[in-house]
């Protein structure tokens, strides 16, 4: 299985030595790389990433920061010239923390890793996902997954549409998108996210639910209608 990562950096070397590294591993894939966290918040919210290269001290916003920002970050491997911040780098849960220049043998020592947390972890798949809590006006909210029938991303926040009411949470829908039972939910769009037994028509152009059409994502289109047995 082809693990999607992210590599965040502001150094253009360091960025090609991390991909010069991924490219001596199989199972790795550089879906895209990102010289500052504006960048790269926009690059989780259009896939699905594994696994973040993270560099800490960039402009404007650092690594850290970005990392606390996301309600629900990837696995992440710090790579950073800067030995003091190992403390707050492991404190937000990270993977590993590599020190330039990095090594070849550091760096998948790193991969095993992760690939040790993935095993242990349960596929998502797999998860008879119940609830999850969203931040909704500085509260912790509790969302059935069974009342969702839409996920809608606007700008810098994500309105969930439940069957009684809508839960505006700062977020990215891709974040929202993990919380979700795969087997339930189908992404058709980079913006939508819908409850398959809540969908009430389906063309070539996009799908209707609660009363509204929303069009397929360009990129989207095939695997959704493929997820909805429809191709």
């Not at 059935?144 to 926040?157: A, F, P, R, Y």
């Not at 994500?158 to 189908?186: A, C, G, Y």
């Amino acid at each position: 299985m082809k693990i999607n990562c992210l590599i965040i950096d502001d150094e253009p070397l360091a960025r090609k030595l991390i991909r010069s590294h991924a490219g001596h591993v199989n199972d790795l894939s550089i879906v895209a790389e990102c010289s500052n966290v504006f960048d790269a918040i926009s690059a989780v919210q259009k896939q699905k990433i594994d696994l973040i290269f993270l560099d800490i001290k960039m402009p404007e916003v650092d690594g850290l920061q970005f990392l606390k920002a996301l309600a629900n970050p990837p696995a992440v491997i710090f790579t950073t010239a800067y030995r003091e911040f190992a403390a707050d780098a492991f404190d937000l849960n990270a993977l590993d923390y590599l020190v330039k220049p990095i090594t070849f043998d550091r760096f998948f020592q790193a991969l095993n890793k992760f690939n040790d947390r993935r095993m242990l972890a349960p596929a998502a798949s797999e998860v008879d996902t119940i609830c999850f809590y969203v931040t909704s006006n500085r509260k912790k909210v509790r969302v059935e997954t069974k009342q969702v029938v839409l996920v809608e991303s606007l700008n810098d926040h994500v309105k969930i549409h439940l069957v009684d009411q809508v839960i505006t949470t700062r977020d990215m829908i891709s974040n929202i998108e993990t919380l979700l039972p795969s087997k339930e939910f189908v992404r058709i769009h980079r913006s939508f996210i819908v409850a398959s037994a809540r969908i009430q028509h389906v063309t070539g152009e996009g799908i209707e639910v609660a009363n509204r059409f929303l069009p397929f994502g360009r990129s989207y289109r095939l695997q959704a209608l493929a997820s909805l047995g429809l191709r």
